[in-house]
Each structure stands twice: as C-alpha cells, then as structure tokens.
C-alpha cells in the first residue's frame, strides 16, 4: 500500500493556533477532523492516520517548532519508510494571494525558515509542498508580526472553503500524484 507523509508546518501551543504561520496545522487538523480522527503525540510530533482509497495517510503537526521542522520530517520519513516523492509539506506564504493554492514538486525555501530546516535536514530542495497564501498585506518592518498574527475577519470568513479545498488537494496529491493534482487546484 502506498504511504504517503502530510506534514502540516506550525508552531505547538494554543499562542499560535490562529496564526497565520500555522496554516499546516490548521489545514492538517481539518482534514482529521473530517475523518473523526485525533492526533497522538509520539516523537518530534503529532500523529494521525487514515487510509483513503487504498493509500495510507499520516499526518504530522511537528512539535519542534517551525524552525526545527526537518528533525521531525527527516524522523518520520525514515520510521514509515516513506519515499520523499510521497512527502508533502504544507506551509504558508506571503508572496500568494489569502487562500491562493500552489502545489510544487521542488523548490527554494523562499526565505520561510521551516522550509529551510527540512532542506536542510534532507540535503535536497526536491520534495513536494504546498504553500497556502496568506498575501503580504501588511507595512514594511511588520512582517513578523503580521505572519504570527491571527486571522482577520475577512480571512476567517472565507477560510472554511479554503480548507475544504486544501484537504481534497491533500487526498488527490496521494491518490493521483502531484502533476494531476497540480492541474487540478494550482491558483484556485
């Protein structure tokens, strides 16, 4: 059966929960929820499986911080047995558009320091992910502030459907593989 590792990129604790940096786990955490699933804690991580269409699922919500996030993923690989073409990262970015979705098969960190620690921890940029946009509506020297802030109202209203979409994406990339999945949901 084939694996597949989900890793929802996030800062642990309920200060960060609505953030913005912590759209992987929020959308992580919606797909579970959907499938009446709860997360366990086990090492470097959150974990939660299901199988869907004969693929197996594990989600995990690294512990590690967002920073450290390549422990947790280099650790979850290698205990699964997963191959890194069956990875997929989610994270935000501020240089989409709120809730625009873009599914790569490699890339740069883009600046985005959980990016760079698990390229860093697996010595290569060539892994799947996916950014989630959380626009860049914010002034200049406020960027911190603005990707650990929470949601604001407009967003919040519009995230329910965006989080739907991002779970079905999460199941077509397992299901299908990332060229199918591409052209079904990049920039919608």
């Known amino acids: 059966m084939k694996k597949i590792l989900v890793v929802g990129l996030g800062n642990p604790g309920a200060k960060y929960a609505e953030t913005r940096h912590n759209i992987g786990f929020k959308i992580v955490d ?3 929820a959907e499938k009446s699933l709860t997360f366990e804690a086990q090492r470097y991580g959150d974990i939660a499986k299901f199988n869907f269409k004969g693929k197996n699922f594990t989600l995990l919500k690294p512990t590690t911080f967002m920073n ?3 422990k947790a993923v280099r650790y979850w690989l290698e205990k699964e047995k997963i191959s890194i073409n069956n990875l997929l990262v989610i994270t935000d970015d501020l240089n989409l558009p709120f809730g625009t979705l873009r ?4 890339g740069s960190d883009g600046g985005h320091n ?5 390229q860093d921890k697996l010595n290569t940029t060539v892994y799947p992910r996916f950014r989630f946009g959380i626009s860049d509506a914010f002034s200049k020297g406020n960027q911190i502030d603005y990707v650990l802030g929470e949601w604001d109202e407009t967003e ?3 995230l329910r459907e965006r989080l739907e ?3 079905a994406l999460i199941q077509e990339f397992g299901v299908a593989g990332i060229n199918e999945t591409m052209n079904q949901f990049n920039g919608k």
């Open 30 to 32: 919606f797909l579970a």
């Open 68 to 70: 450290l996030s390549g």
């Open 165 to 167: 979409k991002s779970a």
């Open 103 to 106: 599914l790569k098969q490699k």
């Open 114 to 118: 959980g990016l760079k620690d698990i």
């Open 156 to 158: 919040r209203s519009k």
